[in-house]
């Protein structure tokens, strides 16, 4: 099929821009185009904004421009999207405080010019205040361009399954799958408000033109259904599809499952690489229910593979590239590396154990000399209730072993203190985040303990653009830097585990890694031999077995024994502090995730292992 089927496939136009920061940078120079023209023109701007996480760059560049370009936002009105209801706005979870801190406060928009619903009215007065919001964009004579993000359930604005296309702003019940996206910000579900104020779908499609950005994996799914599906009153972004001037803005991640990217050859000419040749037979071969070197000619002609198939002179051929591409990533501990030094970086502790607890394991009976370098201390992860518990512990201990009571005293009577007065979400006083840190740490020893590590054998970065006691942090620095480097001068690794993730939740992984590639550049100048880097992937995902570099083997006792190590990691057990949709414990995800690459390979007709990690070589 020629890319014009693709297209075809593709309802709203899509562009796909890597990375995310050159995506946040697109938009925001097309935003200031228009601010710009419309000055110049000495005609009004009217945006429509978004929050969330997807648009921070964005505004982010816009700050800048405004600081180093000199881009003015005289004359610009703005309408936000949506805000909690009920919501003061200076709350710490409200919309109207994400604006100023994002950009209202940090450019020179004129505040009588920005525009938010209403969270703080009571509830007698919220349906005048909705339709005197509509009332005051038809003022403004209306929006020119709205920029989205797109939610898990498809809704734009707070628009969740089931708003019809007429919809105004109203208000409206939000999605428990969006309460939970939200938890983590307002730490907990219970705490997230169970309403909302939102412009409408009519009121979002009747801007003049509509920018909807969408970040990351977790996005993928909903992308593909409100790009390639119909119309549907279940995906309220399905309804951009009748408008004449969006476009999808997505990042590599979150345009993975459009067809044009995951399957190609359904939709286009493809230039045969190895890796997307591994990737086609792998799709055939569970598509058609069938072990690799099983896959007949007609199998490839039948599914849009004839192309494949004569590049090389047989089926048979392709079946065997792709079954010994596969089998020689298998590398159980014969071929680990043996005697080397290895540093294993965990973005919080227990990364390491969850992600990476079998090739630690394999790697420690190697004889290599390993240190597991936690990098932030995982602080804000950890439960109040957990933190009585353990100064319990201390209370009664000071007691029978007649402890220094009048330290131990202080220190227990102005945490219970502090605790009981604590509003959910309240950044810890500094002993109480010194205490999580500390159970966090002791919780971590433990863990590697399990493996057969020494405690002398990790190390706690505490890095500090963590150390802002909330889910935000702060942008890595060259403090940051300077410890990884510290830690990789000091030990000369042979061997790096560094967690690659691509979409976890708050982001800190990815810092960690950014981190690490600094420290990498600054250690090891140009020409100089770079410790072997594998990337994991951590607690939300595995790496699919065709981008693997290595597969590593492991026995029903070492998964075991990696599930033991979890286990250790107690203050994230039961129930995570940040979850995520998964209500799985990690040890249930790990324990499926390892199972199912290894039951992946045995349907693909590879050795049946009992499970298996998985890691790509940077
Ligand atoms: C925010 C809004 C929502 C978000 C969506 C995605 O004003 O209206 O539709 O755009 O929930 O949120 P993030 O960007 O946090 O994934």
Not at 371 to 385: C, L
Request: aromatic share 6%; glycine share 6%; with cysteine.
């Amino acid at each position: 099929m020629p890319m014009d089927d693709a297209r075809r496939l593709e309802r709203l136009h899509v562009e796909i821009i890597e990375p995310p920061d050159a995506l946040a940078r697109a938009i925001a120079h097309r935003i200031a185009d228009l601010v710009r023209r419309r000055a110049t023109e000495g005609r009004p701007c009217v945006l429509g904004l978004a929050t969330g996480s997807t648009p921070v760059g964005v505004y982010a560049e816009l700050v800048r421009m405004h600081r180093e370009e000199g881009l003015t936002f005289r004359g610009v009105q703005t309408f936000n999207l949506d805000e909690y209801w009920p919501m003061q706005p200076d709350s710490f979870h409200a919309y109207h405080r994400f604006m100023r801190e994002h950009l209202f406060d940090l450019v020179d928009l004129d505040p009588a010019q920005t525009h938010l619903p209403p969270g703080a009215l009571p509830r007698e007065q919220l349906a005048a205040a909705c339709e005197a919001y509509e009332q005051a964009i038809r003022e403004a004579g209306g929006i020119d361009l709205q920029l989205l993000g797109i939610g898990k359930t498809g809704h734009i604005g707070f628009n969740e399954p089931g708003s019809s296309a007429e919809s105004r702003t109203r208000v409206v019940m939000l999605d428990t799958v969006t309460r939970r996206d939200a938890a983590a910000d307002f730490f907990g579900e219970q705490n997230v408000p169970r309403e909302a104020i939102t412009m409408g779908v009519a009121t979002i499609l009747a801007a003049r033109e509509i920018l909807l950005l969408a970040t990351g994996e977790h996005k993928s799914a909903i992308v593909r259904r409100a790009v390639e599906g119909e119309v549907d009153h279940e995906v309220a972004a399905t309804f951009l599809q009748r408008h004449p001037t969006v476009t999808v803005y997505c990042d590599g991640a979150a345009s993975s499952e459009l067809t044009r990217v995951a399957t190609p050859w359904l939709v286009d000419e493809v230039q045969w690489t190895e890796p997307l040749e591994l990737r086609a037979v792998v799709w055939l071969s569970l598509r058609v229910g069938r072990a690799i070197l099983k896959l007949t000619e007609r199998d490839y002609t039948e599914n849009h593979l004839g192309s494949l198939l004569a590049r090389h002179s047989d089926a048979g051929v392709v079946n065997g590239l792709a079954f010994n591409a596969l089998g020689g990533r298998i590398r159980g501990r014969s071929k680990l590396p043996r005697e080397h030094k290895v540093i294993c970086f965990s973005p919080h502790p227990d990364d390491d154990v969850i992600s990476a607890g079998g090739i630690l394991r394999k790697l420690h009976l190697n004889g290599n000399r390993i240190v597991v370098a936690y990098m932030t201390s995982g602080n804000i992860a950890v439960f109040d209730h957990d933190v009585r518990r353990y100064i319990d512990i201390l209370e009664r201990l000071a007691v029978d072993e007649h402890l220094a009571r009048r330290r131990v005293d202080a220190l227990t009577v102005s945490i219970r203190k502090f605790l009981g007065a604590k509003h959910p979400g309240e950044v810890d006083s500094p002993e109480v985040q010194d205490l999580k840190r500390i159970i966090r740490e002791a919780e971590a020893v433990s863990g590697v303990e399990t493996l057969g590590l020494r405690p002398e054998d990790t190390r706690f970065l505490d890095l500090p653009f963590y150390r802002t006691g909330r889910v935000k942090k702060d942008p890595v620095g060259p403090a940051d830097v300077a410890i990884v480097r510290e830690l990789l001068e000091a030990e000369r690794p042979d061997m790096l585990l560094v967690a690659g993730d691509l979409s976890d939740p708050h982001g800190t992984h990815r810092l960690c890694k950014d981190a690490i590639d600094l420290a990498l550049a600054e250690a090891y100048p140009a020409g100089a031999t770079r410790p072997e880097v594998w990337l994991y992937r951590g607690a939300w995902q595995e790496w699919p077995v065709t981008e693997a570099t290595w597969l590593v083997p492991l026995a029903q006792e070492e998964l075991r024994l990696k599930i033991q190590a979890i286990f250790k990691h107690q203050s994230q057990k039961d129930s995570a502090p940040f979850p995520g949709q998964d209500e799985r414990e990690f040890w249930q995800r790990v324990e499926a995730r390892n199972k199912e690459t290894a039951a992946l390979l045995d349907r693909l007709g590879l050795a049946e292992y009992f499970a298996m990690e998985a890691y790509v070589v940077a």
